[in-house]
């Protein structure tokens, strides 16, 4: 089925990918800016009021010294999934808060999701490798074998790892990834898997992960929300 579009519309959806950044949007995919639960048939492809738009510009209102790079991962992942037997969280923000995502975010894990948005984030280049992180990503490094193993059933975890590992540096102006700080300075690894096993493997000088050289890796840090003290 194809939809005829104006080009102001045509305009429009492609100002709409590149605002949130869409990567696996085809030309026969496209389904921001459209409700799920209405038939495509009696809809333009781009509406003018974009409520998933309008939920994500409450959160960055909420949140304005959050880097755009968090508050979309986190978006993207967390606010669209489609979560199995659970009702989605874009529902439950439309249907229980009329809307309003923040409430929802307050109460989401009590509250902590509000404070990891909350941060405060840093850009940094770090120097590390695997006995940088926590023992819950060492132990997901260890099961993934750094990268050679899917053992979390990751789609297309295969081509993603070779992409990685084509595009890896070693200068640290990798994309970032985003990490969580605990108070021993360890880190706990939140997005970026698949960047980060291929950079950690550029120090691999086969004595064992746990003596690899440390390489440089960019990264979104914040203070991990587990060591928040609850008043």
């Known amino acids: 089925m194809k939809i005829i579009i104006t080009e102001n519309q045509y305009n429009k959806l492609q100002e709409d990918l590149e605002y949130w950044g869409v990567s696996d949007a085809t ?4 389904e921001m800016g459209v409700e799920l639960d209405e038939d495509v048939d009696s809809i333009p492809i781009y509406k003018e009021v974009n409520p998933q738009k309008n ?17 979309q991962d986190y ?26 995502p923040i409430p929802y975010i307050k109460g989401d894990g009590d509250g902590w999701w509000y404070n990891y948005l909350k941060g405060p984030w840093k850009l940094q280049v770090l120097d590390v490798n695997p006995m940088s992180f926590d ?3 060492i132990n997901a ?24 590992m084509n595009m890896r540096r070693s200068d640290g102006n990798n994309e970032p990834v985003i990490l969580l700080q605990t108070p021993d300075g360890k880190y706990e690894l939140m997005e970026g898997w698949h960047r980060t096993m291929s950079i950690l493997q550029m ?28 008043n």
């Open 75 to 100: 978006f993207r992942n967390v606010i669209l999934m489609n979560v199995p037997h659970n009702v989605p969280p874009l529902r439950t923000i439309k249907n229980t808060y009329f809307g309003d």
């Open 203 to 230: 120090g691999d000088n086969s004595d064992g992960y746990g003596n690899w050289d440390k390489v440089k890796l960019r990264a979104f840090v914040a203070p991990n929300p587990d060591f928040i003290k609850k």
């Open 55 to 71: 939920i994500y510009e409450k959160i960055r209102m909420e949140f304005p010294n959050t880097p755009e790079y968090i508050l």
């Open 27 to 30: 030309e026969d995919k496209y």
């Open 135 to 137: 023992d819950k990503t």
């Open 141 to 164: 490094f260890e099961k993934r074998n750094f990268g050679e193993e899917n053992a979390y059933n990751v789609p297309k975890d295969k081509e993603r790892m070779e992409t990685q």
